[in-house]
């Protein structure tokens, strides 16, 4: 099985000289984690004089400091440092699930012309931190090839139905918004047809600045005056599950600035609000976590997976479950902020997971 990875690559050029600062952007944000510039040299392979000759350089390129040494509080990252980290960080969450499906479907054209073992378990699924950390499992797994492609809800059941993929995400909201998303959504499964796997939750929430500096605390607040917010896609699940909040609500989404400003996936959303750009968005904790922000939860959704019911007697799924099922994979999601194993890898029917919590 061939794999195929594809990264971004950032260059910035002046008097014709193009330089690459892929590196250095890890290098930084080691430094603005830790404020000790040993610790990340350590941790990007180089000497410290190397480090130092790196930061030198590209300060010079800039003509201005990228870092800043303070006597007794260590090495912090000047304002112009900062703000490159978090420009790197900010292309890699709107670029990666791209990037990842770009990279599944080159994989997938290239790997049909090669001999190789078992036939694969092609899934869809929208992107989310489970998800992530289950492909990077399912992929040290020898013999066994996942066609992982990052979807939407809806697109993933209906790939499903067409016979596009043999197992779809979906996730579905606790409380008083499951009955009206299962209605979105039904008309793709078929009780008889299909069987659900368990996977996790994840909580949903508002994400905002690190000590929520104008006080919101409810969908109410997105509505005032002078808050700026971020939005996700209008195909996500995750868009359509705060524009069913916003009408429980009563908030009409002209209300709220920002409201069209998109990005494609958590990540993206929680590096808009942390780079300054918006002051506010919608998604899960764990994204939250990762940028520094502070997390209003609303609400916890199931997440788990659908296939055919004879899907489940193929040995390559019963690997994928097995997988689930792992220490490793439960160790993995204990690491996610906001989420949970729920019944990970086990099967259940469609009728089971519709009626529970509703």
Same mark, same amino acid.
């Given at each position: 099985?061939?794999?195929?990875? &594809?990264?971004?690559?950032?260059?910035?050029?002046?008097?014709?000289?193009?330089?690459?600062?892929?590196?250095?952007?890890?290098?930084?944000?080691?430094?603005?984690?830790?404020?000790?510039?040993?610790?990340?040299?350590?941790?990007?392979?180089?000497?410290?004089?190397?480090?130092?000759?790196?930061?030198?350089?590209?300060?010079?390129?800039?003509?201005?400091?990228?870092?800043?040494?303070?006597?007794?509080?260590?090495?912090?990252?000047?304002?112009?440092?900062?703000?490159?980290?978090?420009?790197?960080?900010?292309?890699?969450?709107?670029?990666?699930?791209?990037?990842?499906?770009?990279?599944?479907?080159?994989?997938?054209?290239?790997?049909?012309?090669?001999?190789?073992?078992?036939?694969?378990?092609?899934?869809?699924?929208?992107?989310?931190?489970?998800?992530?950390?289950?492909?990077?499992?399912?992929?040290?797994?020898?013999?066994?090839?996942?066609?992982?492609?990052?979807?939407?809800?809806?697109?993933?059941?209906?790939?499903?139905?067409?016979?596009?993929?043999?197992?779809?995400?979906?996730?579905?909201?606790?409380?008083?918004?499951?009955?009206?998303? &299962?209605?979105?959504?039904?008309?793709?499964?078929?009780?008889?047809?299909?069987?659900?796997?368990?996977?996790?939750?994840?909580?949903?929430?508002?994400?905002?600045?690190?000590?929520?500096?104008? $006080? &919101?605390?409810?969908?109410?607040?997105?509505?005032?005056?002078?808050?700026?917010?971020?939005?996700?896609?209008?195909?996500?699940?995750?868009?359509?599950?705060?524009?069913?909040?916003?009408?429980?609500?009563?908030?009409?989404?002209?209300? &709220?600035?920002?409201?069209?400003?998109?990005?494609?996936?958590?990540?993206?959303?929680?590096?808009?609000?942390?780079? $300054?750009?918006?002051?506010?968005?919608?998604?899960?904790?764990?994204?939250?976590?990762?940028? $520094?922000?502070?997390?209003?939860?609303?609400?916890?959704?199931?997440?788990?997976?659908?296939?055919?019911?004879?899907?489940?007697?193929?040995?390559?799924?019963?690997?994928?479950?097995?997988?689930?099922?792992?220490?490793?994979?439960?160790?993995?999601?204990?690491?996610?902020?906001?989420?949970?194993?729920?019944?990970?890898?086990?099967?259940?029917?469609?009728?089971?997971?519709?009626?529970?919590?509703?």
């Amino acid at each position: 099985m061939i794999r195929i990875e &594809i990264e971004p690559v950032w260059r910035f050029s002046k008097d014709g000289e193009p330089r690459s600062m892929l590196v250095m952007l890890d290098f930084l944000n080691e430094i603005r984690a830790t404020g000790k510039i040993a610790g990340a040299a350590d941790q990007a392979g180089m000497s410290y004089r190397h480090a130092w000759n790196l930061i030198e350089k590209w300060s010079a390129f800039f003509e201005t400091p990228l870092v800043e040494r303070r006597q007794g509080r260590g090495t912090t990252l000047t304002p112009l440092g900062d703000k490159l980290v978090w420009a790197g960080q900010r292309l890699r969450a709107r670029l990666k699930p791209q990037l990842e499906n770009l990279s599944q479907e080159l994989e997938t054209e290239i790997n049909q012309f090669i001999p190789h073992g078992p036939s694969v378990i092609r899934v869809h699924a929208s992107h989310g931190f489970a998800v992530a950390a289950l492909r990077d499992l399912l992929a040290r797994e020898p013999g066994l090839e996942i066609d992982l492609r990052y979807v939407s809800n809806q697109t993933s059941l209906a790939s499903l139905a067409r016979d596009g993929c043999d197992l779809a995400g979906m996730h579905l909201p606790r409380g008083a918004l499951r009955r009206q998303s &299962i209605a979105a959504q039904k008309e793709w499964l078929a009780p008889g047809l299909h069987r659900a796997i368990g996977f996790v939750t994840r909580d949903m929430g508002l994400m905002v600045k690190r000590g929520n500096p104008l $006080g &919101i605390g409810a969908p109410a607040d997105l509505a005032r005056p002078g808050v700026s917010f971020v939005n996700r896609d209008p195909d996500s699940g995750t868009r359509l599950l705060f524009d069913q909040i916003l009408a429980q609500h009563d908030i009409a989404a002209a209300r &709220i600035e920002g409201y069209s400003k998109i990005e494609f996936t958590h990540a993206a959303v929680a590096a808009y609000v942390a780079s $300054g750009m918006a002051d506010v968005c919608f998604g899960v904790e764990a994204a939250a976590r990762q940028f $520094g922000l502070d997390f209003i939860p609303l609400l916890t959704e199931d997440y788990f997976f659908v296939c055919h019911r004879p899907l489940l007697e193929q040995e390559a799924m019963k690997r994928v479950l097995a997988v689930m099922q792992s220490p490793a994979f439960h160790s993995a999601v204990a690491r996610l902020p906001g989420y949970a194993i729920n019944d990970a890898g086990v099967v259940k029917t469609v009728r089971d997971v519709f009626q529970r919590a509703e």
